[in-house]
């Protein structure tokens, strides 16, 4: 399977299953566009027949094409067969009962009363609750207990809001460092945060011990205050951008993310994030919002086509400022054609329910943090272990290749089948799809491959 498309004044063709990309010229990017449909006598006159003005368009030099293409083929890297599919089952079943990494959800609290929150302002359809310290010694143990061999644990401070219970987070740390030499782990902690609370001792903290910190701003004053208010209706937005700029100047620009959420109210999110940029943030995201439908903030098909200018349009200024010696990073353009993901990333996808589990403030254990509050999919606790195996087999079976919608889809080895919990809100399957988060993540590999050729060619 291939892929080809014209971006950035650029022809490229994609070989899904080898990963390659070729920066090709008009003439070999029309003949590829039919060479597994048409033969090569017909292509040729078609060729002729499109360029005839054109003196280096000869039957000779369209014949040398034909034997470049044919070369690459032979070489694995044009028109590859896709081989993975028999394997997508048992890559998932080697790491089984293996647990990498937890969502611990420190706070089902919030201080904000953001509109579009997943999340119910932190109370995941429940109670509001604070995981005590005793529960979060069990859930480092049980991660410890199920991780098998492996050396490295991540684990990752969520609510809610997690500085609620800043006191907790800091005592874990210290046991999860105290049991380090001794089991043989090591712990990679991270923290994500409205910044409310960041003071100077949340600084020092996270600098020490937090190996990424994820940052909630939504880019402009008028937008991130639209949604993103305490309980008296004001924005944080003043509040929160010092804290920000203090954290980050602190940790010398690295290891932290701007993760904003553009709604119906920007889709035009690029503004946000020239924003971010000028208050000297450099690590970026903007993640599309997750509703219902029926949601004021939800994306509708009329944002589509301005979401995916806008994407087009970020690629652009990446690349600019990538020349001009002023690069950013936006988190969905990520992408490493040389190397990349293994395979058994992209077939098998996050791990969710298997590898990786949130855990909440009692210890019950959940797929992950967009799966807490719905009872059914409850896959056990930290005490007793996992006992729903029913839910955790279907996580287990959910692949790239699980998902038929996804057999021809040229981006699937990226996505690895897409998220889970977003499939299941659309569609009431953790095996459906999300087609309109389908189109925007398209997108995105389109301009994060035409982004990373241009750098390469230096275009």
């Known amino acids: 399977m291939i892929h080809c498309y014209k971006l950035g004044g650029m022809n490229i063709v994609l070989d899904i299953c080898s990963g390659s990309v ?19 006598e017909e292509i040729t006159r078609l060729i002729l027949q499109k360029y005839p003005n054109n003196p280096e368009v000869t039957p000779e030099e369209i014949a040398d094409c034909f034997e470049q293409l044919e070369q690459l083929k032979a070489a694995g890297k044009l028109f590859t067969p896709d081989t ?22 420190i706070a089902h609290s919030c201080n904000l009363n953001c509109a579009y929150c997943f999340a119910s302002q932190g109370k995941y359809q429940g109670e509001r609750a604070l995981m005590s310290l005793e529960v979060g010694k069990r859930a480092l143990d049980f991660l410890i207990e199920n991780s098998g061999k492996r050396h490295n644990l991540e684990v990752d401070f969520f609510g809610g809001e997690p500085l609620m219970n800043f006191d907790v987070v800091k005592e874990m740390v210290a046991y999860a460092r105290s049991r380090e030499k001794e089991t043989g782990k090591n712990f990679r902690f991270t923290l994500t945060t409205n910044g409310m609370l960041i003071d100077d001792d949340v600084i020092e903290f996270a600098n020490k011990e937090m190996s990424n910190v994820v ?15 305490d309980y008296a209706g004001k924005g944080s937005w003043e509040r929160i951008v010092p804290k920000f700029q203090k954290l980050v100047q602190a940790r010398e620009g690295k290891n932290y993310y701007m993760r904003g959420t553009f709604t119906h109210a920007n889709p035009d999110f690029l ?11 450099t690590e970026l995201s903007m993640e599309p919002v997750v509703c219902a439908p029926e949601d004021p903030s939800a994306l509708t098909q009329e944002d589509m086509p301005i979401v995916m200018e806008q994407y087009e349009r970020l690629a652009e200024l990446m690349l600019q400022r990538h020349k001009e010696g002023k690069p950013f990073t936006f988190y969905h353009y990520m992408i490493d ?21 949130a855990v909440t403030p009692w210890g019950d254990l959940y797929p992950c943090h967009q799966f807490v509050g719905d009872e059914k999919f409850k896959l056990g606790n930290i005490y007793d272990g996992v006992d729903n195996h029913q839910i955790q087999d279907e996580f287990m079976a959910c692949n790239v290749y699980a998902r038929p919608e996804c057999a021809d889809c040229w981006a699937k080895l990226y996505c690895s089948g897409g998220c889970a919990a977003n499939a299941y809100h659309a569609t009431g399957k953790i095996t459906g799809v999300y087609q309109y988060g389908c189109e925007l993540f398209r997108k995105r590999m389109e301009c994060a491959i035409m982004l990373e050729a241009a750098k390469t060619l230096d275009v």
């Not at 054609?337 to 996050?350: A, D, E, Q, T, W």
């Open 22 to 40: 070729h920066v090709v010229d008009e003439v070999a990017y029309d003949i590829i566009e039919m060479y597994e449909s048409k033969s090569q």
């Open 84 to 105: 993975f599919a028999p394997m997508a089952g048992k890559l998932k079943e080697k790491t089984s009962g293996v647990i990498k990494a937890l969502c611990i959800h």
């Open 215 to 229: 940052l909630s701003l939504d880019g402009r004053q008028e937008i991130h205050d639209r949604y993103r208010v």
């Open 271 to 281: 503004k946000d994030i020239q924003v971010m940029l000028d208050l000297g943030f």
């Open 337 to 357: 054609l040389k190397g990349g993901p293994c395979i058994y990333k992209r077939v098998s996808g996050c791990g969710s329910g298997t590898e990786y589990m």
